[in-house]
């Protein structure tokens, strides 16, 4: 990202100092090419940007959904909201967990069932929407690595992400990745 955005500035220069020297700077196409070629490289950044920290979840999981009752289970995600830029951060899926396993239920309430021992990684990342800070998940799904972001919805009242943190890093303390702090959720 930052090899793309030094060459685009770069050559901005290079047009910038071309145009300098050969268009007449009494006139109004001076200061209009200034102008759009400014624009253009804004854009050019932007678009940089947004792909490198906007575009966070792979696509194509290979999931394996079947019908379960979760209506047991302890639920640990929350939706955040940021006008629909949250979709591209968390993922779609709601996140549940007992004492063996964790659970991802998508939008027609079919559940993929994971073993807390195939969990490679349990980390903060550094994205937060709306003072909740998001945490990702990474399991070893037979050799394919899938990963899984989300809000905890850890409150006062509940403790149920709490209480998967605590039963992973029992269970798999080597895929603990960041320090529970409830201080900075």
Not at 32 to 58: C, D, N
Request: glycine letters at 2%; a positive charge; proline letters at 3%.
């Amino acid at each position: 990202m930052v090899k793309k955005i030094i060459l685009f500035v770069l050559i901005y220069a290079a047009l910038i100092t071309i145009l300098t020297l050969t268009v007449p700077q009494d006139s109004n196409t001076y200061l209009i090419v200034i102008t759009v070629s400014g624009l253009l490289l804004g854009v050019l950044v932007m678009r940089e940007v947004y792909k490198k920290y906007f575009t966070a979840l792979p696509k194509d999981q290979n999931i394996v959904y079947s019908s379960s009752n979760h209506e047991s289970l302890n639920k640990i995600s929350q939706r955040p909201f940021l006008f629909g830029l949250e979709k591209k951060i968390v993922s779609e899926d709601d996140f549940y967990s007992d004492d063996q396993f964790f659970y991802a239920v998508n939008k027609n309430n079919q559940a993929a069932k994971f073993s807390l021992a195939d969990i490679t990684e349990l980390s903060k990342t550094s994205y937060q929407i709306n003072n909740s800070r998001i945490w990702q998940v990474k399991i070893n799904n037979h050799g394919e690595e899938l990963l899984f972001k989300f809000a905890p919805n850890y409150s006062v009242w509940n403790k149920k992400f709490l209480l998967f943190y605590e039963k992973l890093k029992e269970i798999n303390p080597s895929a603990v990745r960041s320090e529970w702090n409830s201080w900075s959720m």
